[in-house]
Nanobody, 127 residues
Framework: EVQLVESGGGLVQAGGSLRLSCAASGFTFDDYAIGWFRQAPGKEREGVSCVDNGDSATYYGDSVKDRFTVSSDNAKKMVYLQMNSLKPEDTAVYYC????????????????????WGQGTQVTVSS
């Protein structure tokens, strides 16, 4: 059974940091890319970041570049999202999702339909 489980969300003041974790199981981790997405109430889902577990290539959405860092630990089948300099507009439910990494050769990660999704973790940034 495929599972993606996010953790690490919480309440933080603006300018603070959080690290989200995504634990993966039930699929060949090295053959997939893991994306982070977020959705705030009343807004569309937004792509935050993506890491290719095969070659460790990373990708970021424009709104989080230079503030967020994505990384993966293939031995542990874990993906992390380090979020620094948080802003109130970063408040959202954050999800991790998996897609075959071969598709990254064909299309931009933001245009892909990810196959598997976690249940999400809430991040709230107070001003």
């Amino acid at each position: 059974e495929v599972q993606l489980v996010e953790s690490g969300g919480g309440l933080v003041q603006a300018g603070g940091s959080l690290r989200l974790s995504c634990a993966a199981s039930g699929f060949t981790f090295d053959d997939y890319a893991i994306g982070w997405f977020r959705q705030a109430p009343g807004k569309e889902r937004e792509g935050v970041s993506c890491v290719d577990n095969g070659d460790s290539a990373t990708y970021y959405g424009d709104s989080v570049k230079d503030r967020f860092t994505v990384s993966s630990d293939n031995a542990k089948k874990m993906v992390y999202l380090q979020m620094n300099s948080l802003k109130p507009e970063d408040t959202a439910v954050y999800y991790c999702a998996a897609v075959p990494r071969a598709l990254l050769l064909l299309r931009l990660w933001l245009t892909l339909e990810f196959d598997y999704w976690g249940q999400g973790t809430q991040v709230t940034v107070s001003s």
